[in-house]
């Protein structure tokens, strides 16, 4: 009962957002008025606010702001001897990152994915904490919500007009200045305040020296853990100040505090539906892929539960439940409710340890990642991810009844289909070809911790966490080896920006035609069959790309 009120307080408060955050974000991004503080960002900038972008040019801004992004925090981490607050901790007891940790660590947070392969507290500083990762926190969120705002734009445009603002589809700097400024900023500072008052810790002191029962002295790790805490869930973020990110006392310490940190990282994706409704001009729209998102939630929230109330083996059993590896405070239902909307938000922070999950539960873990995390997905990427399977959708169906297929107006070609399956297969490719790799070169045994089905999976979840810009992990691999550090950043690169660069390429194509009307053969995508079609479409994907690699680790592992 416990746990279903948890539940319900939950998706109470999500309800209780959708509408008002939902229809704030889509006042932000169709403003025509700018405020003082981003005209001056414009200015030292040298931007021009008012020129819009073809796909192209905005594509480049994308790139270009996250290469410098990855350049600047790399440099950062290599250069932390010189940097305040370090307090002279680091690898091998030096205070800068090896090259080959300070590349994986600079891409993971730039690519909104937030992987670590080091323990926080003991290899960076508060300085490259808050003034590098942080920033990436809230930066990176901001493109991801960008992104996903330039393709509603090219389902809304009415296409060329004879002038030259055919195929525009928005400025990047401004969506990127304004999601930071009018969104992010303000709802992770409000958020910060709250987890202070619920009990996690704020502090710039290097540590505090405790004496134990027996008399010897530990110093426990501080850091400004609650603005770093609000942001890394708010922006579907995922990485700990702390090693023991959300499962840590100082960073999540009660079960109000976890229901906290589970609405942040699920608000904006769900209200960005919302968003995406009022944008369109039928709210139904967003509903229906709100029901999508939802509907997949629930179902692999109850599998999770299932699975940890129900393990196999004699202790669990005796127990309860699956307990290994949770927190007490927070039990098997906090914890089955924190895992799903992590691994299905792109989040990746934890506050329960995945490699102890059952093979039944890691399985439901690993298996919303490889759907694209688009239950409800990270901020911006779940909704044009969605977005995405939902033009394929479209396009089945109209193959079925022989009609050519049309979403929002707008007519679906070749070339539509083309960039949206280019932005569905990259990640498939980069998470069985990596995993393919890991297992069959020498060496790899040595970085598992377990043999056997869990350490298939072990692996086959590093490659999902990276290729989807997850983070999260099955603690028994070691990735600190130069090829798990520039194999999984580099998984994580593609895993980002292809698909990125696959939407910008399908918004420019669809705003450069014109709107159709809707006709006899049009098939109704606001409805409760569209919905179908589109989960349908989901797991369809991801059952028939995914399930052999899926049957030699969770399932074999469950079943065992």
Same mark, same amino acid.
Request: proline share 4%; net charge neutral.
């Given at each position: ?8 307080? !939950? ?60 350049? &600047?925090?790399? !440099? ?225 929230? #109850? ?5 940890? !109330? ?41 506050? #329960? ?12 873990? &690993? ?40 979403? &929002? ?96 390429? &399908? ?44 049957? !030699? ?8």
């Amino acid at each position: 009962m416990a746990g279903l009120a948890q539940a319900a307080a !939950l998706v109470a408060l999500l309800a209780v957002t959708w509408k008002p955050l939902g229809d704030w974000m889509a006042r932000v991004y169709t403003d025509t008025r700018h405020w003082r503080i981003e005209r001056f960002v414009y200015r030292i900038c040298r931007i021009d606010a008012a020129s819009p972008q073809r796909w192209t040019t905005y594509a480049a801004g994308v790139l270009g702001f996250s290469f410098v992004s990855i350049v &600047l925090l790399y !440099l950062m981490q290599r250069l932390q001897a010189f940097l305040p607050l370090g307090f002279g901790r680091g690898t091998d007891g030096a205070t800068s990152v090896s090259p080959a940790m300070a590349f994986n660590t600079a891409v993971s947070f730039v690519t909104n994915t937030n992987w670590q392969s080091y323990v926080p507290e003991q290899v960076l500083g508060h300085t490259v904490q808050m003034a590098g990762l942080t920033v990436q926190n809230v930066v990176s969120a901001a493109v991801g919500m960008a992104v996903a705002v330039a393709l509603v734009r090219g389902f809304v445009s009415h296409g060329a007009t004879g002038d030259d603002e055919g195929g525009r589809i928005g400025n990047f700097w401004v969506d990127l200045t304004r999601g930071v400024v009018r969104i992010l900023l303000p709802i992770a500072a409000v958020a910060a305040i709250v987890l202070v008052a619920t009990g996690v810790v704020q502090s710039l002191r290097s540590g505090v020296d405790v004496t134990t029962v027996d008399g010897s002295v530990h110093t426990l790790p501080l850091a400004p853990a609650a603005s770093q805490e609000a942001v890394k869930e708010l922006g579907t973020n995922g990485g700990g100040i702390l090693n023991a990110n959300s499962a840590h006392p100082f960073e999540n310490p009660n079960p109000l505090s976890n229901l906290l940190e589970i609405f942040l990282l699920l608000v904006v994706p769900v209200a960005l539906t919302r968003t995406f409704g009022v944008l369109v001009g039928r709210v139904r729209q967003g509903v229906v892929l709100l029901s999508v998102m939802g509907g997949l939630w629930a179902l692999f929230l #109850a599998a999770t539960w299932l699975a940890e !109330l129900h393990p196999n083996g004699p202790a669990a059993l005796a127990a309860g439940g699956a307990m290994e590896g949770k927190e007490v405070r927070f039990g098997i239902p906090g914890s089955a409710l924190f895992v799903v909307s992590t691994t299905g938000t792109s989040t990746g922070a934890v506050n #329960a340890t995945h490699d102890s999950l059952t093979g039944a539960g890691g399985g439901v873990a &690993l298996l919303n990642m490889l759907l694209g995390e688009v239950a409800p997905g990270g901020v911006g990427s779940g909704l044009y991810g969605l977005l995405v399977l939902a033009v394929v959708a479209v396009f089945l169906a109209g193959l079925m009844v022989g009609r050519t297929p049309e979403y &929002l107006g707008k007519k679906l070609g070749r070339r539509e289909i083309t960039y949206a399956a280019v932005s569905i297969l990259v990640m498939p490719a980069f998470v069985l070809i990596g995993a393919g790799l890991a297992i069959a070169l020498p060496g790899t045994a040595d970085a598992l911790g377990n043999d056997g089905a869990h350490g298939f999976s072990e692996v086959l979840y590093a490659w999902a966490s990276a290729a989807n810009n997850n983070g999260s992990a099955f603690g028994g691999l070691t990735v600190t080896s130069d090829f798990f550090q520039a194999g999984l950043g580099l998984a994580m690169l593609f895993g980002r920006f292809v698909p990125m660069l696959a939407v910008l390429a &399908l918004a420019g194509s669809l705003a450069r035609q014109r709107r159709v009307p809707a006709g006899a053969g049009t098939l109704p995508t606001d409805g409760p069959l569209f919905a179908g079609l589109v989960g349908g479409t989901v797991l369809l994907v991801s059952a028939l790309t995914f399930f052999p690699a899926l049957a !030699l680790g969770p399932i074999a592992e469950a079943l065992s």
